[in-house]
């Protein structure tokens, strides 16, 4: 299984966020600092501020921040909210017509249904506090907002 770019890109702004300590963040700071395309996180953040994963705030001193402490954000929640569908083959998607012969007699399909639960149990199992536990990938001290003053603490002291 690969999951999308979509579902890569939602997980870094979460791991972003999360490192940020309740401090706001732009796109343009998240693009810039994994250098991807700030088009694409527009879409990424306006769907998990949907989702109800971030706050966004619009305007000259907007930004965005995680909407919940890292430690109840399981990681299968938010591939679940990102990922289009887990039709791993052609029978598991109701909506397609299904042209596989085997079908009937096919116990590939129950084997692969039960990696795809286990898969998603896995993730269940960790949240985004696990995930950032003990690391700190964000350049220390950490970039003001554009147009925001105030003195740069840097991310170890934020604590």
Do not use: W
Not at 67 to 89: K, M, Q, S, W, Y
Not at 129 to 144: E, H, I, N, S
């Amino acid at each position: 299984m690969q999951l999308t770019l979509y579902t890569d890109y939602s997980l870094r702004v979460l791991v972003y966020l999360a490192q940020t300590h309740g401090e706001s963040a732009t796109i343009t700071q998240i693009a810039d600092f994994y250098r991807i395309s700030r088009n694409h996180l527009v879409k990424v953040v306006h769907n998990l501020g949907n989702e109800g994963l971030i706050i966004t705030t619009r305007g000259k001193h907007g930004g965005m921040k995680l909407a919940r402490d890292p430690a109840t954000i399981a990681i299968g929640e938010v591939v679940r909210r990102t990922e289009p569908n887990f039709n791993l083959v052609e029978c598991f998607d109701p909506q397609k017509k299904n042209n596989c012969v085997i079908t009937a007699s096919c116990s590939l399909k129950n084997m692969l249904y039960e990696a795809n639960k286990n898969f998603l149990a896995v993730l269940d199992s960790y949240t985004l506090a696990d995930v950032t536990a003990g690391k700190v990938v964000l350049p220390t001290p950490l970039p003001a907002p554009p147009g925001r003053t105030g003195k740069v603490i840097p991310i170890a002291e934020l604590g």
